[in-house]
Nanobody
Framework: QVQLVESGGGLVQAGGSLRLSCAAS????????MGWFRQAPGKEREFVAGISWSTYYADSVKGRFTISRDNAKNTVHLQMNSLKPEDTAVYYCNAKRIGTGPIQRDFGSWGQGTQVTVSS
């Protein structure tokens, strides 16, 4: 299990920006696909963005969110721009070994989550 710690959530007005970060305690970080999922109240957890050798995005966030990683620092970031009230959710960092399954699938190691609230 990879230990993951998220940071950067908070309250922002619609149209604003936030940057989430996730630090991983894994010596072989570069062999992991990293992703962000989110769960809104009363809804199932859903894929938001992922990065391995390529980047992947949910249709709902394409053009607004950008995922990036720094393998030297074992970190992954999610830059969220043009935020909407429907982006309100708990955001979870996810790690899964590259080659173990689709990056959009809900499995692997998880962080504790960070709350993002977008007010209208």
């Amino acid at each position: 299990q990879v230990q993951l710690v998220e940071s950067g959530g908070g309250l922002v007005q619609a149209g604003g920006s936030l940057r989430l970060s996730c630090a991983a305690s894994e010596r072989t970080f570069s062999s992991y696909a990293m992703g962000w999922f989110r769960q809104a109240p009363g809804k199932e957890r859903e894929f938001v963005a992922g990065i391995s050798w390529s980047t992947y995005y949910a249709d709902s966030v394409k053009g607004r969110f950008t995922i990036s990683r720094d393998n030297a620092k074992n970190t992954v970031h999610l830059q969220m721009n043009s935020l909407k009230p429907e982006d309100t959710a708990v955001y979870y960092c996810n790690a899964k070994r590259i080659g173990t399954g689709p990056i959009q699938r809900d499995f692997g190691s998880w962080g504790q989550g960070t709350q993002v609230t977008v007010s209208s």
